[in-house]
Antibody, heavy 121, light 113 residues
Framework: EVQLVQSGVEVKKPGESLRISCRAS????????IAWVRQMPGKGLEWMGIIYPGDSDTQYSPSFEGQVTFSADKSINTVYLQWSSLKASDTAMYYC??????????????WGQGTLVTVSS | DIVMTQSPDSVAVSLGERATINCKSNQSVLYSPNNKNYLAWYQQKPGQPPKLLIY???TRESGVPDRFSGSGSGTDFTLTISRLQAEDVAVYYC?????????FGPGTKVDIK
């Protein structure tokens, strides 16, 4: 079974750094893009960007470029989303999702269960 | 960016009745060389991540009940739930993957009347 399992709830203060994770199983990890998607409280879905674990190639949405960093560790089938200095406006649920298909369509399937990040002083 | 809009914002339908959700893009997501519409639909139940329902605008994902169907082409698309069940209460999102910056619609909430 293809599965993405994310790290747990985080509560941080403004200015702190954070790295959350997404561990993949059930498929060839290095051969598929993984996306990060933000969902702010009560809001819709925003694509943040993608990482290709095979070579750590990344593409960021202009809205998130410079605000976050994606990375991957092939040895443990895990990708990461990182902030160097959190803001209250980073409070959201963050999902990882496998992006792409063998037929060339860039839909998202499956999704991780989400990591809730709360940033508050 | 391709902007996706959905209507209505929310809809309440009686059990067993039809629910219809509309999605519109501000430019065509039909790729002429392969005649495919680069559009997907997702279901997000409360407290859960989104779940892929439909891709290529009308292809049902494996395991998705056949009461869910997608239609449309170009800039106008529809998700239909033919006989609403209690477990279909959720927010439904459309998503275009025509260009390299995927974008989602704002979502439509489906409730029981």
């Amino acid at each position: 079974e293809v599965q993405l399992v994310q790290s747990g709830v985080e509560v941080k203060k403004p200015g702190e750094s954070l790295r959350i994770s997404c561990r993949a199983s059930g498929y060839t990890f290095i051969s598929h893009w993984i996306a990060w998607v933000r969902q702010m409280p009560g809001k819709g879905l925003e694509w943040m960007g993608i990482i290709y674990p095979g070579d750590s190639d990344t593409q960021y949405s202009p809205s998130f470029e410079g605000q976050v960093t994606f990375s991957a560790d092939k040895s443990i089938n895990t990708v990461y989303l990182q902030w160097s200095s959190l803001k209250a406006s980073d409070t959201a649920m963050y999902y990882c999702a496998r992006q792409g298909s063998s037929s060339g369509g860039d839909w998202f399937d499956p999704w991780g269960q989400g990591t809730l990040v709360t940033v508050s002083s | 960016d391709i902007v996706m809009t959905q209507s209505p914002d929310s809809v309440a339908v009686s059990l067993g009745e039809r629910a219809t959700i509309n999605c519109k893009s501000n430019q065509s997501v039909l790729y002429s060389p392969n005649n495919k519409n680069y559009l997907a639909w997702y279901q997000q139940k409360p407290g859960q991540p989104p779940k892929l329902l439909i891709y290529w605008a009308s292809t049902r994902e494996s395991g998705v009940p056949d009461r869910f169907s997608g239609s449309g082409s170009g800039t106008d698309f529809t998700l239909t739930i033919s006989r609403l069940q209690a477990e279909d209460v959720a927010v439904y999102y459309c998503q275009q993957y025509y260009n390299t910056l995927p974008t989602f619609g704002p979502g439509t909430k489906v409730d029981i009347k």
